[in-house]
């Protein structure tokens, strides 16, 4: 791994972590997805709230590794405010960009590049891509 790449990971994992984006229960959404990996322990909530097709708000609550909690934290900013279909898109290109090795010249979120480096760790892959997983899996069945 790049030592670029190396200070991204540390840099956006640590970020997440540390100060999640959107880290509240929301109990009373209207949609709770459950990301939960048996293997290791780590389980989040995700809360949703659904309008017109467009994510109109979107939290998390959970515990996991720096990884998965960081990644669900990227994932819920992400996502924020996008559209079924846009929404869609990010998350495929998220899951693209863990299993696939990105040619130079590939444009890639930031905050999704400092993920791809766990294709170097590859039993962190569920925990980066766990939320993600289920988040793509809900906006599937939506529609």
Not at 24 to 33: G, I, N, Q, T
């Amino acid at each position: 791994m790049n030592d670029k790449l190396k200070q991204l990971y540390k840099d956006v994992i640590l970020k997440h972590n540390n100060e999640p984006y959107h880290y509240a229960k929301k109990e009373s959404a209207k949609h709770v997805l459950e990301a939960y990996n048996p293997l290791c322990g780590d389980k989040f909530k995700v809360f949703l709230e659904m309008e017109e097709g467009k994510i109109q708000s979107i939290h998390f609550h959970g515990y996991g590794c720096a990884i998965s909690k960081a990644s669900t934290s990227v994932m819920v900013k992400a996502l924020e405010n996008q559209d079924i279909e846009a929404a869609q898109s990010l998350c495929k290109e998220f899951l693209f960009s863990l299993q696939h090795k990105m040619k130079e010249g590939d444009a890639l979120r930031e905050d999704f590049e400092a993920f791809a480096a766990a294709k170097e760790f590859p039993g962190r892959m569920k925990c980066a891509s766990l939320s993600w997983d289920e988040m793509i899996g809900f906006l599937n069945e939506f529609k």
